[in-house]
């Protein structure tokens, strides 16, 4: 009960332990995960080349960061649809369709040129907005990029579930869940079922935090060509700024039966945070499922923060180059089921 509203759903987590006790697990991998760059590890570079800006961090363009993957090893590249001139987070494309679209066949022209290849794509979208409105646009903004991520070979489509509403308090968590999200994503999944590209939900600190958001909002939805982006870096309690003193691992090898892409961070509490990811723990959780996707990974700054990019005099080829290392030595490293 709030605001004098009755029948209002309070969220009552069910514990992780009971998902992971559903999933026992399962063999031990011992083979090779194909490693990948989220382009939102040069955002601001991007943002940059983007904006046509000369001030802040130096530009870089898409096709450069494609070409800086390939060099520094990545298996595989993933092209947010931010970056494909003409996006807009608000409003549908700003650029003509043919201009769109060969931007996009020569991202996979590109690829292809190299050998790389491209692990997904995303839009950013807000399918718990209380305008119904906002929903219908962002489902239709979706369905363009779908088709975009069809042109490019992106065998992924990754969307947000929403930032918390003010009218939680009102409609509480489920409500809003059962009646916004889940239709946005069924008819989203439907559509990328029909171009051949699954669309996979992020949890990303909003209305989706836990293993247990996650699970229920996928077997509410039920479909098929519906998954999760597992982002390493945003499990924590809803409603919480960070994951500090929270159980992140758990929470990841929860929800691997449900995962289609990764977004492996830094830091599993969050940006803002000084804690960095056990990379030897998260790899051996993932070697005891059946996930043998890629595992992009995505590097974030903050403001304050040591080689921030709008403080160096290039892009942050070193520091990016230097996480890879890191993941493939811990991917190495576990190939060794410890005792």
């Known amino acids: 009960m709030s605001n004098g509203q009755e ?20 063999s031990y991998y011992t083979g090779d995960y194909k490693l990948g760059l989220n382009f939102y590890s040069f955002s601001h570079n991007l943002n940059s080349w983007m904006n046509g800006s000369t001030d802040g961090a130096t530009p870089i363009d898409t096709m450069q960061v494609i070409r800086f993957a390939k060099d520094a090893g990545f298996d595989a590249v993933d092209v947010t649809s931010y970056y494909i001139p003409g996006y807009d987070n608000a409003s549908m494309p700003t650029k003509s369709d043919r201009e769109i679209f060969e931007y996009a066949a020569n991202i996979r022209k590109l690829c292809e040129e190299l050998g790389i290849a491209v692990s997904g794509t995303g839009v950013k979208n807000d399918f ?10 962002d489902v239709k903004r979706v369905k363009y990029w779908i088709d975009v ?14 930032a918390v509403p ?19 994503l069924q008819q989203c999944a439907e559509y990328g079922a029909s171009k ?5 939900m992020q949890n990303h600190g909003d ?3 836990t293993a247990d958001q996650v699970i229920r909002i996928l077997q509410w939805a039920d479909h098929p060509n519906l998954g999760l982006i597992n982002d390493t870096g945003f499990f924590r309690n809803f409603r919480d700024r960070t994951g500090l003193d929270y159980a992140w691992y758990d929470d990841i090898e929860a929800v691997l039966p449900y995962t289609v892409n990764f977004q492996v961070k830094r830091k599993p509490a969050g940006a803002n945070t000084d804690a960095l990811i056990d990379l030897d723990e998260l790899f051996t959780r993932i070697r005891y499922s059946s996930y043998r996707g890629c595992i992009p990974l995505e590097t974030l700054w903050v403001n304050g923060d040591a080689n921030h990019p709008k403080d160096l005099n290039e892009p942050p080829f070193g520091q990016v180059a230097d996480f890879l ?6 991917s190495e490293r576990t190939k060794t089921k410890s005792s």
């Open 128 to 137: 718990a907005d209380p305008s119904q409105e906002r929903r219908e646009l």
């Open 166 to 184: 003010q009218d939680i308090e009102a409609h509480g968590w489920e409500k809003i869940a059962r009646e916004r999200i889940i239709p946005a």
């Open 325 to 330: 290392n890191q993941i493939r030595a811990a």
């Open 207 to 209: 209305m989706v935090c």
């Open 7 to 26: 029948n209002v759903q309070v969220y009552e987590p069910v514990p992780t332990s009971r998902y992971l006790a559903d999933h026992p697990r399962g």
């Open 196 to 200: 051949g590209v699954v669309v996979g």
């Open 149 to 162: 991520a069809a042109e490019m070979g992106a065998p992924v489509m990754r969307v947000f579930n929403g």
